[in-house]
């Protein structure tokens, strides 16, 4: 791999939604924390067209200069959905039925009753090579193509299934590519404050700090008897660094947890498992 590629990413969000201003794109910014708290930099965020020779043109610029290239949109039925046909175009490869994303999309509709139909079996044809990315919150697949100096990536554009991808799958193949970085994490238990309460001060935090990924669990009852675990994970070069990064950002999230009344259960910092 070119040293001048190494550990940078590019991200590519597609629809023409994006581009008249009809949809935010809610889904890079929160794409660049995740990659920047992996270790990757982040170097172009380009909107393109639902026009498949700019797509391919985009693919193939983001390939040509980072590591890592995610595109978002663009993965379903419609006539106007063209990712992964311009992807294929953009590696050189087939556009083939792939039976495992077949299989997804089979399950899906039979779930609801639906038949297939060609629009449906549509999301199972994929770049020859690439591998299929389970949807537990939709119907399209997502794609992973692993190629030999970079790895290309389509998630869908609705944000939650982009997410649940990108954790539950994705991420962790980005974590065996990405730079050797420290980690550290930080928790605490808040006791009667409710999620949504506590949410706009989060979300202030991961902005404020993109090396840190703040994320809260609600366990008890939204209203009744709301329970948060709050985690931080913090990472970069030097150990000390990251371990004062978390502690910072866990006290400054009790001390707002306290204005809000709440109570603090438990608080504990270490590396994570």
């Given at each position: 791999?070119s040293l001048s590629?190494k550990?940078?990413a590019?991200?590519?969000?597609?629809?023409?939604?994006?581009?008249?201003?009809?949809?935010v794109?809610?889904n890079?910014?929160?794409?660049?924390?995740?990659?920047t708290f992996l270790?990757?930099r982040?170097?172009?965020?380009?909107?393109?067209p639902?026009?498949?020779d700019e797509?391919?043109?985009?693919?193939k610029?983001?390939?040509?200069?980072?590591?890592?290239?995610l595109?978002?949109?663009?993965?379903?039925p419609?006539?106007?959905?063209?990712?992964?046909e311009?992807i294929?175009?953009?590696?050189?490869?087939s556009?083939?039925l792939?039976?495992k994303?077949?299989?997804m999309?089979?399950e899906?509709?039979?779930?609801?009753?639906?038949?297939?139909?060609?629009e449906?079996?549509k999301?199972?044809?994929?770049?020859e090579?690439?591998?299929?990315?389970?949807n537990?919150?939709?119907?399209?697949p997502?794609?992973v193509?692993?190629l030999e100096d970079?790895?290309?990536?389509?998630l869908?554009?609705v944000?939650?299934?982009m997410?649940?991808?990108?954790e539950?799958?994705?991420?962790?193949?980005?974590?065996t590519?990405?730079?050797?970085?420290k980690?550290?994490e930080c928790?605490?238990?808040i006791r009667?404050v409710?999620e949504?309460s506590?949410?706009?001060f989060l979300e202030?935090m991961?902005?404020k700090?993109?090396?840190s990924?703040?994320?809260?669990?609600?366990?008890?009852h939204?209203i009744k008897?709301?329970?948060?675990?709050?985690?931080?994970?913090s990472?970069?070069?030097?150990?000390?660094?990251?371990?004062?990064?978390?502690?910072?950002?866990?006290?400054?999230?009790?001390?707002?947890?306290?204005?809000l009344?709440?109570r603090?259960?438990s608080?504990s910092?270490?590396?994570p498992?």
């Amino acid at each position: 791999m070119s040293l001048s590629k190494k550990g940078l990413a590019w991200i590519i969000p597609i629809g023409n939604e994006l581009l008249i201003g009809r949809i935010v794109d809610t889904n890079s910014a929160w794409l660049a924390r995740r990659l920047t708290f992996l270790g990757y930099r982040v170097i172009r965020i380009v909107k393109v067209p639902d026009d498949l020779d700019e797509i391919i043109e985009e693919v193939k610029r983001g390939l040509g200069r980072a590591e890592v290239v995610l595109t978002t949109g663009g993965l379903g039925p419609t006539y106007d959905d063209k990712t992964l046909e311009a992807i294929a175009k953009a590696t050189g490869k087939s556009l083939i039925l792939n039976n495992k994303a077949l299989k997804m999309v089979e399950e899906f509709y039979m779930k609801r009753d639906l038949p297939m139909t060609r629009e449906r079996i549509k999301m199972a044809m994929l770049p020859e090579g690439s591998r299929p990315i389970p949807n537990d919150v939709g119907a399209a697949p997502g794609v992973v193509i692993e190629l030999e100096d970079s790895i290309l990536a389509s998630l869908p554009g609705v944000p939650a299934e982009m997410k649940s991808m990108f954790e539950k799958t994705l991420q962790p193949i980005l974590k065996t590519r990405a730079p050797p970085k420290k980690v550290w994490e930080c928790s605490v238990e808040i006791r009667g404050v409710p999620e949504s309460s506590l949410a706009p001060f989060l979300e202030e935090m991961a902005r404020k700090y993109p090396r840190s990924y703040v994320k809260s669990h609600p366990k008890g009852h939204e209203i009744k008897e709301p329970i948060l675990d709050v985690r931080v994970l913090s990472s970069g070069e030097e150990l000390n660094e990251v371990k004062k990064m978390s502690e910072k950002i866990i006290d400054l999230i009790i001390k707002e947890a306290k204005r809000l009344e709440g109570r603090i259960a438990s608080k504990s910092c270490k590396a994570p498992d």
